[in-house]
């Protein structure tokens, strides 16, 4: 069965002149189905400058393989889209992101709670307890 992109570009006509769709809106969709899902975990298209698709990596290491890859890459999202949507792809490492806060550290941080409590023994932190209240004294 073929993707709608080709069949168009096989009739000339571009997927911008069709109801209003344009190649950006093509790319994500295109982009996992030419490299797979493990690639498409790694790297996402995030802008399609005309005809050349900037893609995000997670790091350099990504990049330099995918890189490698790139007229591979080219040839099945033609095979996605069709020819003359996508000419060149330039690959970039993401900036980092910065991560959800951990809720165990901002519960230790509002409640310090008594010193005696990390005690397991319940006799040494009875004792460790009343020898505190006599040196505070």
Do not use: N
């Not at 997927?15 to 769709?21: I, L, M, P, Q, W």
């Amino acid at each position: 069965m073929e993707r709608a992109g080709r069949i168009l570009s096989k009739l000339g006509i571009k997927a911008v002149e069709v109801a209003g769709v344009k190649t950006y809106h093509l790319a994500p969709g295109a982009w996992s189905a030419a490299v797979g899902k493990t690639i498409s975990a790694h790297a996402k298209p995030v802008f399609l400058d005309g005809t050349r698709l900037i893609v995000e990596t997670e790091d350099a290491v990504w990049q330099s393989q995918l890189a490698a890859l790139r007229p591979a890459i080219l040839k099945q999202l033609e095979k996605v889209l069709g020819t003359g949507h996508i000419a060149a792809i330039d690959f970039r490492v993401a900036p980092p992101r910065r991560q959800p806060a951990r809720v165990e550290a901002a519960v230790l941080q509002a409640a310090p709670g008594d010193e005696a409590d990390t005690i397991k023994d319940p006799v040494m932190r009875r004792v460790y307890r009343q020898a505190r209240r006599k040196a505070s004294a």
